[in-house]
């Protein structure tokens, strides 16, 4: 007799690319997407990974590197400010896109810690519809997010650094002899 195996949800994950890599990057790290692709697969059963993201000209190799490794690229146009910096803003389409998916996923996986997101948590949860919100880091998220509701289903993304961290080649470390 055959044991009756779980069956497996159809998860999608919504991810703010940029709060994701500079909450990484603040705490001394490198993510390595494709480890992270495969652990939101394997831990939360995400089918569809969205990353959110500024399209800059001159990253395609980028682009091309996150969709090879199974995310969908959902790009915003950039605008350069006079100071130099690169501005994608690309939270409207991250709550457009999980509202147009909502009726195709089971569960939703939100990953950012930006407060601005708190009413597209809110209403998943309220509609039975969240997985999970994962925060990049813990000191820098938004109390908005600090809600006593929404504390079982907060994860961060320091918690996994060894399984999701970009190894480092031998000639990158230092520290590493010969």
Known sequence: MQKNKEKKENNYAFIDSQNLN???????????????????????DIRKAFLFIGYVKGNERLYKYLQEAGYICIFKPTLELPDGKVKGNVD??????????FSD???????????????LIEFLLE??????FMAPNHKKYSGLLKRKDFISYTRFVADIRNKVQK????????????
């Open 22 to 44: 500079l909450g990484v990057l603040d705490q001394k790290w490198e993510l390595d997407f494709v480890r992270f692709r495969v652990y939101l697969r394997d831990k939360y």
């Open 127 to 132: 509609n039975n519809k969240l997985r999970a």
């Open 167 to 178: 190894k480092k080649g031998p000639n990158e470390d230092k520290t590493s002899s010969g």
């Open 105 to 119: 996923f089971d569960r939703a996986l939100i990953v950012t810690g930006d407060g601005d997101f708190h009413c």
């Open 92 to 101: 409207a389409e991250l709550v457009l896109h999980t509202m147009i998916h």
